[in-house]
């Protein structure tokens, strides 16, 4: 079953330092099954966060057509789920508030949205902060709270924007092993967007490499998991692959 449908996606718009209209993707197709893992990658400018804000439903399309689970995208909704750079909590509510929110607006009672939202906060580490607020905790819980938070909606896709870029580099190495034991466990839907060569091949089933707003190339990423950097960072094969990303980004 495919969770994600693109089709000759385009997007321009109407620069007006140029004075002129300029495309930012064109004629994008991809198809991701249900419960892959696709990290989308390329030089800046070239696409990657227009197409995850048209999946997203953020802004309109300019032609083609995104289907999420069964239906043509309009608009945002329910069934994406987006994780920022930022992440966007509401400093005024708890841990457990803040996961319980999307369930909330769905008019899910409070005894079920509650439970929903501690087995989500347990998934990712976090039970023990289920009462603190955003400014309690460190960069690398936030983050994780708002993972926690797409997925207590239960998506058909997660839509995943440089989630990990603006913590220290120990604690990003850390939240990508935690995404990948949680996709693990759930298998859900996710389409990740980095800049991060390494990052994209230690997390994704597939590599999908953007140039000037078109897909320049899919690469499979065949290595085992569960995924730990202590094993990974002197594999090989990741090196192989990882060079064979970056060769790709560079000349896009």
């Known amino acids: 079953m495919k969770s994600l449908s693109i089709r000759n996606l385009s997007k321009t718009y109407f620069d007006p330092y140029a004075g ?5 993707v064109q ?5 991701v099954p249900e419960g892959e893992f696709v990290c989308v990658v390329g030089p800046s400018g070239c696409g990657k966060t227009t197409i995850l804000n048209m999946i997203a439903g953020f802004i309109p399309l300019s032609g083609g057509e995104i289907v999420v689970d069964g239906r043509s995208v309009s608009g945002p ?15 005024w509510k708890t841990v457990l508030e803040n996961v319980a929110f999307g369930p909330k607006m769905r008019g899910v009672p ?3 949205r509650e439970a929903i ?19 309690e905790l460190s960069g690398g819980m936030q983050q994780r709270v708002g993972v926690a938070r797409a997925l207590a909606n239960q998506p058909a896709v997660l839509l995943m924007d440089e989630p990990f870029a603006s913590v220290d580099a120990q604690t990003r190495m850390t939240l990508q092993e935690e995404l990948t034991r949680i996709w693990q466990e759930r298998r859900p839907t996710i389409i990740f967007i980095t800049h991060d060569v390494p990052e994209a091949v230690f997390l994704a089933n597939r590599v999908v490499v953007l140039s000037k707003g078109r897909v320049l190339k899919e690469i499979d990423i065949d290595l085992p998991r569960p995924r730990v950097w202590d094993a990974l960072i002197e594999d090989e094969r990741f090196k192989t692959l990882s060079a064979q ?3 790709l980004v560079r000349s896009a």
Request: aromatic share 8%.
């Open 117 to 135: 939202a501690r087995e989500y906060l347990a998934l990712a580490g976090l039970a023990h902060a289920a009462d603190r607020y955003p400014n």
């Open 245 to 247: 990303v970056l060769q």
């Open 77 to 91: 909704g329910p069934d994406r789920g987006v994780v920022f750079q930022s992440h966007a909590l509401f400093p």
């Open 20 to 24: 002129k209209h300029v495309t930012a």
């Open 110 to 112: 409070l005894a079920d």
């Open 27 to 31: 004629a994008v197709s991809l198809d």
